[in-house]
């Protein structure tokens, strides 16, 4: 079965399982972890946070960052907007902010805004190695880093 990509304001970041799943296709050998099989489009790796897909990676083909940023873009709200990014710590970062997204999230008692996502992007090796090529992203992270099931908050650092 092929995915349905048809991200609209709730198919990606912040949504609820049940929300995803209409929108991306369970790899059932990964238990609701892995989603979608085409490294072109996306192969998820989920983190559920109280129902919600507020912790996950994405790999696919090699792009460039400004391709992955669009990528992303594809994941949030329609009200989303850049407030930040730069290169730090190897990797490139950016944080998005939606007011969308801080209505839905505002029940987690945040200390950052709750609708603020913060993305990290790096280039995997084949051998499992990341650092940061612009005209190579191979993966890209979204998570609040302040969640107690995010373990490291990756590129970003701390808050």
């Known amino acids: 079965m092929q995915a349905t990509r ?3 304001p709730f198919a990606g970041w912040g949504t609820t399982q049940a929300e995803w799943e209409r929108h991306h296709v369970n790899d059932i050998s990964l238990d ?3 989603y979608d099989t085409d490294p072109r489009l996306g192969v998820y790796s989920m983190t559920w946070i109280e129902d919600r897909a507020l912790d996950y990676s994405v790999d696919f083909t090699p792009r460039s960052l400004s391709q992955a940023i669009q990528r992303v873009k594809a994941e949030l709200p329609l009200d989303t907007r850049m407030i930040s990014q730069g290169k730090r710590n190897g990797c490139y970062h950016t944080v998005f902010r939606s007011q969308t ?3 839905r999230l505002a029940p987690f008692k945040l200390r950052t805004r709750p609708g603020d996502a913060w993305v990290d992007y790096e280039t995997t090796s084949k051998a499992g190695d ?3 090529d612009a005209h190579r992203i191979t993966t890209v992270s979204l998570y609040l880093p302040e969640l107690p099931d995010v373990v490291d908050p990756g590129c970003g650092g701390q808050l």
């Open 6 to 8: 048809s991200h609209g």
């Open 32 to 34: 609701h972890t892995g």
């Open 101 to 103: 997204l801080e209505r």
């Open 130 to 132: 990341t650092t940061y």
